[in-house]
Every structure is written in structure tokens, then in C-alpha cells.
């Protein structure tokens, strides 16, 4: 069985500050992960992969994510946020196959001028 | 095309009306997913296609929803006698293969609203 789990619902930073936005799983099988970012009325983009290559994934925009097996995450981190970031963030989990897709319930990303 | 391209933008239909939504892949992207998106941001996985045949429907409310993917033509999601749950964004996605390595790029959705 799989699950994906956003801890946060809302997160707000300062623009210039740090981005942490926390994801954990569960999965029965070797997963791959996925981050995307949805922007108001919009659909969605992809961020950044983890598909069992190198742990620490970079993406778009400055975003960059880790693996890590022992803690089941794969936090979404980002050294200084953009006003341009604010948005939905979308954690999502596929097994073998990827044929199943769960998504996680998303954490809203305010940024303060 | 580049791009997963979606039509309409937006549909209001009155409760009880059809409603039928259109998808067209990425070009060489062999599998299509759809999605419903309900107000508090939660994606429901519908259906999958892979070229034209269903590969996973577990969450089609089979009563009142269908879907095709037929060669030359969009894809197309209906649903017969809509109901106020129904108002929602419906995503359709798709990717070059269903191997878990492979990203789905979405479309910009379609707007639902059930009157």
C-alpha cells in the first residue's frame, strides 16, 4: 500500500528565507517521487524526480529535494524564497508499474514581502 | 504537441445535464491519466489509458462516468447526469510510458460547475 503525507497545510516564510516543505510516504515498493507546484487556476508543474538515482535531487527554480529511505521524506527545500514561489506544492508517490499515483493533500506556500 | 491541451476551459451544465471534457496527449506519450481535483485540493486518480485501452479504472464511478481514448482523436471524459459533487477541475495527464521513472505532464484542466 502506499500513502504520501504533507505535514503542513500552510507554510509561510519571508521572502530572502529559507523553504521547507515536508513530505513522508509509505510505499510497499522501491518508489519514485515527485514534487510539483501548482500556481493559482493553473495546472501543474513539475519540480523535480526521484527515481533511485542520487538521493539529493535538484529541480527548477532553485528547488532541490532529498531521499531519505530510513525517515520515509523527501522534503522539498529551497535556500531562498521568491515572492514568484508562492503556490500550491504537490508531494506525489508511483510504484513499480506507475500505474498507481498517489498524491499527498498539498501544502500551501505563502511568501511575505 | 508539446503540451497536454484540455477543452473547454470552463463548462457550467445544470444537474442532471451531460457534461463531456477532452484531452489531447502530448504527442508520442503513450499512457493518459485523469484526475479530479475537489475544492480542498485533493486528486482523485479517475482513470488510465494506455494508447486506446483502459488500464486502470478503479476510481471511475462507473455509474455515470466514461471514458475513451480512441487513435486520431482526443480523449474524452463523460459524465452522464451530473450532480453537484461533480463541480470540480478534472486534470488529464499524460506520460511517455507507465514506467514509475516517468513523469506525467498535465494539462491546465477543466472547470466543472454543476448548477
Known amino acids: 500500500a502506499q500513502s504520501v503525507t504533507q505535514l503542513d497545510s500552510h507554510v509561510s516564510v519571508s521572502e530572502g528565507t529559507p523553504v521547507l516543505l515536508r513530505c513522508n510516504y509509505s510505499s510497499s515498493y522501491s518508489p519514485s517521487l515527485f514534487w510539483y507546484v501548482q500556481h493559482p487556476n493553473k495546472g501543474l508543474q513539475l519540480l523535480l524526480k526521484?527515481?533511485?538515482?542520487?538521493?539529493l535531487v535538484k529541480g527548477i527554480n532553485g528547488f532541490e529535494a532529498e531521499f531519505k529511505k530510513s525517515e520515509t521524506s523527501f522534503h522539498l527545500t529551497k535556500p531562498s524564497a521568491h515572492m514568484s514561489d508562492a503556490a500550491e506544492y504537490f508531494c506525489?508517490?508511483?510504484?513499480?508499474?506507475?500505474?498507481?499515483?498517489?498524491f499527498g493533500a498539498g501544502t500551501r506556500l505563502f511568501v511575505k514581502a | 504537441g508539446e503540451e497536454v491541451a484540455q477543452t473547454p476551459k470552463h463548462l457550467v451544465r445544470g444537474e442532471g445535464q451531460k457534461a463531456k471534457l477532452y484531452c489531447a496527449p502530448i504527442k508520442g506519450h503513450s499512457y493518459v491519466f485523469w484526475y479530479q481535483q475537489v475544492l480542498k485540493n485533493e486528486f482523485k486518480f479517475l482513470i488510465s489509458?494506455?494508447?486506446?485501452?483502459?488500464?486502470?479504472e478503479t476510481g471511475m464511478p462507473k455509474e455515470r462516468f466514461s471514458a475513451k481514448c480512441l487513435p486520431n482523436s482526443p480523449c474524452s471524459l463523460e459524465i452522464q447526469a451530473t450532480k453537484l459533487e461533480d463541480s470540480a477541475v478534472y486534470f488529464c495527464a499524460s506520460s511517455q510510458r507507465g514506467d514509475r521513472n516517468y513523469e506525467q505532464y498535465f494539462g491546465p484542466g477543466t472547470r466543472l460547475t454543476v448548477t
Open positions: 506525489v508517490v508511483t510504484s513499480t508499474g506507475g500505474f498507481k499515483t498517489i
Open positions: 526521484y527515481t533511485s538515482a542520487a538521493t
Open positions: 489509458f494506455q494508447n486506446e485501452n483502459v488500464f486502470d
